[in-house]
């Protein structure tokens, strides 16, 4: 579903990422790992089209996606669930997931009822704002509005930072489902180590903006990968 090779990232004069080369197939996870600092968030930014790549190529189910902005990968079907999950905080709950409407036709603007299925709390907090939310609530918004873009790519940047114990096992059955779903490629960043290995079917460890290992889980034992990703 998604190839990216050889892509680099700068954020002014400093080098960020160093020629990745990475993969992620539908219906699978594909988990990110690696200490603070080396370059993961930035991976997602330059895939989502958040901050621009320096250099490298992307494509999308067979599709070349050339330099487009982010607006236009969203509508290519590139969804993203930021770190600090940036929902509009004076917006209410609906109006958080009405926003997802601009990727799609008017023939499509409604909520499904299999969000609500999968996040219940937020057809009891509709009319809520989304900064009233706790941070469990929060995330759970943020990737209900990423769903309803009708994403080909899903990017989760760390979807368990600050998120209490119950809400990190709702989403994570959330990411299985969706995994499972079959129509989708999911890209995951997480740093809770057992949430992503019990998850992933494939790994990339990066270390100083470039990957040091990758594999199927049949590939790295939990031992290697555990090794790669520690300080």
């Known amino acids: 579903m998604l190839e990216v090779n050889g892509l680099t990232l700068h954020y ?3 080098q960020i990422l160093n020629g990745i080369d990475l993969s992620a197939a539908q219906g699978q996870v594909t988990c990110i790992m690696g200490t603070n600092g080396v370059g993961k968030t930035s991976l997602l930014k330059a895939i989502s089209g958040t901050h621009p ?4 190529t ?3 189910d067979g599709e070349d996606l050339g330099r487009l902005p982010a607006h236009m990968l969203a509508q290519k079907g590139i969804g993203y ?3 600090g999950r940036m929902i509009f905080p004076l917006l209410t709950v609906q109006e958080n997931m009405e926003t997802a409407y601009a990727c799609l036709p008017r023939s499509e603007h409604h909520i499904p009822d299999e969000i609500y299925e999968l996040f219940p709390i937020l057809k009891d907090f509709l009319n809520r704002r ?4 706790s941070g469990g609530q929060q995330q759970q918004l943020a990737i209900a509005r990423a769903m309803l873009t009708k994403p080909k790519l899903l990017l989760l ?3 368990t930072e600050g998120i209490q114990p119950n809400i990190i096992q709702q989403i994570g059955r959330v990411i299985e489902y969706l995994r499972d779903r079959g129509d989708m490629a ?6 809770y180590f057992e949430f992503a290995y019990g998850l992933a079917d494939k790994f990339y460890v990066l270390r100083r903006g470039a990957v040091t290992a990758s594999g199927s889980k049949s590939e790295l034992t939990k031992d290697e990968l555990m090794a790669e990703v520690s300080v």
């Open 130 to 133: 989304g900064g009233d939310l």
């Open 186 to 191: 999911i890209v995951l960043v997480e740093q």
């Open 157 to 159: 940047d760390e979807p």
């Open 12 to 14: 002014g004069q400093s």
């Open 81 to 83: 669930v930021p770190q």
């Open 58 to 60: 992307m494509a999308l």
């Open 53 to 56: 790549r320096s250099g490298g």
